[in-house]
C-alpha cells in the first residue's frame, strides 16, 4: 500500500494502479499514471467523485476520467487487500453489483490523512484536540492555552500549501507586527491538477442554497470560449453562483485549460466585491481564456 510521497519513489511503471479514494490527490496521479501507460482503477467509496463538489463538476470529472480509459467505480468500497505472489495485491470490492476482486500492481492509498499528534503530548499542555486528532484553534490560530498557536495541517481544514502560509501571515501579523488578523471569512481557493484544471473557490451552488440565497447559477461550456477552441482543449465549462438579489458572486468553478487561473480572477473580483454585472461588463483581452468570463457573467 502505498501514499502519495511513496509512490514518487517507485522506479517501475505499474501495470495496474488501484487508487482508493477519488478526491483530488486520487485523481491527480490516476491521470498522470493512466498517461504513462498503467492500467488505472479508482474506487470511490460515495456515489461521486470529488464528493464537496457540485454534482454537475463531479459528472464532467468523471466523463474525462473515463474517456482517458480510466476505470472508474463510485459506491464501491474496498474491504480487503491481500499480497499475492511477485508483488501483486488483490483488491476485494463492494459495489451495487455486488463483490468482485481486482488485481493491482500497486494500490494507492488517496483516502485522507491523519495528524501526526499523537506524539505531542497535547494533553499535558492541556491543548484540545478535535474528534479526529486536530488541534483547535480559534480564528487567530491561538489553541486552548493562551500564547500557544498552531498552523497548518494539524489544525484540520483543507490541506493546502496555500492555506499554510496564510496561516503563517496571520501569526506573523499577530506576533510580530502586532496586528489583529483572523481566518475569520477567509475565502480558501484551490485548483485539482489534472487535465483540464479544476478552479473553485467560494461557495458551490449547493452551499450556496443551504445557507438559504436566492442562487442565479451562470454556465457556459469551454466550447463557446475562442481561446479554447483556438487550443482544441474545450472539454469542461465555466460555473459562477450568484445572489439573485445583490448579484454579488458567491463562487465559482472553472473546469477546463488553465481553470486555476481564470479562477483566481474570479476570486479577486470577489475580494473587491465586484458584481457579476460588473464582471459582464469588463473588457478582456481577445483571445485569452479570460474573455470566457464576459460570456459567463453576461448570461
Known sequence: MLDST??????????????????YIGLEFGQMFRRFGSAVTIIQRSARLLSNEDDDVSEEIASIMRDEGIDVLTSTTAIRAEAIDGGRAT?????????RQLEATPIL???????????????????????HGFIQVDEHL??????VYAMGDVTGGPSFTHSSYDDYRILHAHLIDQRTVSTR????????????????????EREARARGHAVEVVKVPMNTVVRAIETGETRGFM???????????????VLGSEGGEIMSIVQVAMLGKLTSTDMADVIFTHPLLAE??????TR
Open 109 to 131: 492509498s488517496a483516502i485522507g490523512r491523519i495528524p501526526n499528534t499523537e506524539a505531542l503530548a497535547t494533553d499535558a499542555a492541556g491543548i484540545r484536540l478535535d474528534t
Open 185 to 204: 471569512d477567509r475565502v480558501v481557493p484551490y485548483a485539482v491538477f489534472i487535465d483540464p484544471q479544476l478552479g473553485r473557490v467560494g461557495m458551490t
Open 292 to 297: 470566457g468570463l464576459n460570456t459567463l457573467f
Open 6 to 23: 511513496s509512490i514518487m519513489e517507485l522506479d517501475e511503471l505499474p501495470e495496474h494502479l488501484i487508487v482508493l479514494g477519488g478526491g
Open 239 to 253: 460555473k459562477a453562483v450568484v445572489d439573485a438579489d445583490t448579484k454579488q458572486i458567491l463562487g465559482c468553478a
Open 91 to 99: 483488491v476485494t470490492v463492494r459495489g451495487e453489483d455486488g463483490e
Open 142 to 147: 491561538q489553541t486552548s492555552v493562551a500564547g
